[in-house]
T-cell receptor, first 111, second 110 residues
Framework: QQKVQQSPESLSVPEGGMASLNCTSS?????YFWWYRQHSGEGPKALM?????GDKKEGRFTAHLNKASLHVSLHIRDSQPSDSALYFC???????????FGAGTRLKVIA | EAAVTQSPRNKVAVTGGKVTLSCNQT?????MYWYRQDTGHGLRLIHY???????EKGDIPDGYKASRPSQENFSLILELATPSQTSVYFC?????????FGPGTRLTVL
């Protein structure tokens, strides 16, 4: 079983709608979390990080972390066709710089 | 902007052959990583490095070797390539905050 699990596997939302992506860790040593976005044919790029409980907002993107439940989410408001991509959740513990990625959520924004 | 380059971008190899994938970064990051990406598995860590001369095993190191001869360069070596190693390989460099990925190498082992 993967240490970082993402849901759903795929998601379609209308342009202007809200997309919600979820990530759950099975390792309590993971303290730091990132969301990465990968467009087709490119390498992943970091969207945002979240290290503390609560919400972190950057433009249209809001991440939420609950360390007690090992759950992190990403919410994209006013979704745009350019947001269509594969989104990865990544986690790291405090002891090293080794990252674990989830299997990804494929988001499609329908114009 | 942070820059990570990979070569080759595409490679076709024969079973049993030796394959070397190269990665160069101009970010002056100490940490570098090799991942493979397969549908349903996301990104899986093969090897990583904390600096020149160091290599560490990731989660799926079997069948792969790594070499970090300098701060800028990190290579992934498949001594005896097998069809199960057909995949897209990504190199990344990183600091405490995030990783910067290269464009990927598509490897096909026939």
């Amino acid at each position: 079983q993967q240490k970082v699990q993402q849901s759903p596997e795929s998601l379609s939302v209308p342009e202007g709608g809200m997309a919600s992506l979820n990530c759950t860790s099975s390792d309590r040593n993971f303290q730091y979390f990132w969301w990465y976005r990968q467009h087709s044919g490119e390498g992943p790029k970091a969207l945002m990080s979240i290290f503390s409980d609560g919400d972190k907002k950057e433009g249209r993107f809001t991440a939420h972390l609950n360390k007690a439940s090992l759950h992190v989410s990403l919410h994209i408001r006013d979704s745009q066709p350019s947001d269509s991509a594969l989104y990865f959740c990544a986690a790291r513990d405090t002891g090293n710089y080794k990252y674990v990625f989830g299997a990804g959520t494929r988001l499609k924004v329908i114009a | 902007e942070a820059a990570v380059t990979q070569s080759p971008r595409n490679k076709v190899a024969v079973t049993g052959g030796k394959v070397t994938l190269s990665c160069n970064q101009t970010n002056n990051h100490n940490n570098m990583y090799w991942y493979r990406q397969d549908t349903g598995h996301g990104l899986r860590l093969i090897h990583y490095s904390y600096g020149a001369g160091s290599t560490e095993k990731g989660d799926i190191p079997d069948g792969y070797k790594a070499s970090r001869p300098s701060q800028e360069n990190f290579s992934l070596i498949l001594e005896l390539a097998t069809p199960s190693q057909t995949s897209v390989y990504f190199c990344a460099s990183g600091d405490r905050e995030e990783q910067y990925f290269g464009p990927g190498t598509r490897l096909t082992v026939l």
